[in-house]
T-cell receptor, first 111, second 109 residues
Framework: NAGVTQTPKFQVLKTGQSMTLQCAQDMNHNSMYWYRQDPGMGLRLIYYSASEGTTDKGEVPNGYNVSRLNKREFSLRLESAAPSQTSVYFC??????????FGQGTRLTVV | DAKTTQPNSMESNEEEPVHLPCNHSTISGTDYIHWYRQLPSQGPEYVIHGLTSNVNNRMASLAIAEDRKSSTLILHRATLRDAAVYYCIIDSGTYKYIFGTGTRLKVLA
């Protein structure tokens, strides 16, 4: 039982490059989330998926796209990376009325 | 969505109780109050949650005001390993799980 697994753990991109952050959970949770955390700041919600087949914008969705591939997997795509997207990205899954579980994060640097 | 207000930082001595406050004056009757903490260089981890009654678990206690407009996370005996950022979140059932800025707890040896 791995919980929430994020790949990769570290990534360096050049401005304008694209990449996809992968997230998978094995807890059969319906809801999944992507957050970003800038140095010294709290977590900000980028996108979330309440259930398979649905996605919604969070607080800071600009510059990102998401795909809920199936119940287990929720990916985050940066189409044209910018230095302002340098951050630590966390994926989470949640069962309503219970608790959320977080991955260990992806540390992304855009140069 | 109900907003939360927490102090930016607090300090506590080791082995003493810590009371971390959270204001959520716009909370609705069916909204749950959740607490998470984030240790350095880690993802957030669940601490406790409740609706109306006070709650206890092995990590902490949650005291909820009678009008539900505020709550307090209680760590009964702080240890150095409890130094973290503590987040109070209101779950309104909309699936939009918003974190605030949290309270950075410093534990003094």
């Amino acid at each position: 039982n791995a919980g929430v697994t994020q790949t990769p753990k570290f990534q360096v991109l050049k401005t304008g490059q694209s990449m996809t952050l992968q997230c998978a959970q094995d807890m059969n949770h319906n809801s999944m989330y992507w957050y970003r955390q800038d140095p010294g700041m709290g977590l900000r919600l980028i996108y979330y998926s309440a259930s398979e087949g649905t996605t919604d914008k969070g607080e800071v969705p600009n510059g990102y796209n998401v795909s809920r591939l199936n119940k287990r997997e929720f990916s985050l795509r940066l189409e044209s990376a910018a230095p302002s997207q340098t951050s630590v990205y966390f994926c989470a899954s949640y069962r309503v009325g219970a608790e959320a579980f977080f991955g260990q994060g992806t540390r992304l640097t855009v140069v | 969505d109900a907003k939360t207000t927490q102090p930016n930082s607090m300090e506590s001595n080791e082995e003493e109780p810590v009371h971390l406050p959270c204001n959520h004056s716009t909370i609705s009757g069916t909204d749950y109050i959740h607490w998470y903490r984030q240790l350095p260089s880690q993802g957030p981890e669940y601490v406790i949650h409740g609706l109306t009654s006070n709650v206890n678990n092995r990590m902490a206690s949650l005291a909820i005001a009678e009008d539900r407009k505020s709550s307090t996370l209680i760590l009964h005996r702080a240890t150095l390993r409890d130094a973290a950022v503590y987040y109070c979140i209101i779950d309104s059932g909309t699936y939009k799980y918003i974190f605030g800025t949290g309270t950075r707890l410093k534990v003094l040896a």
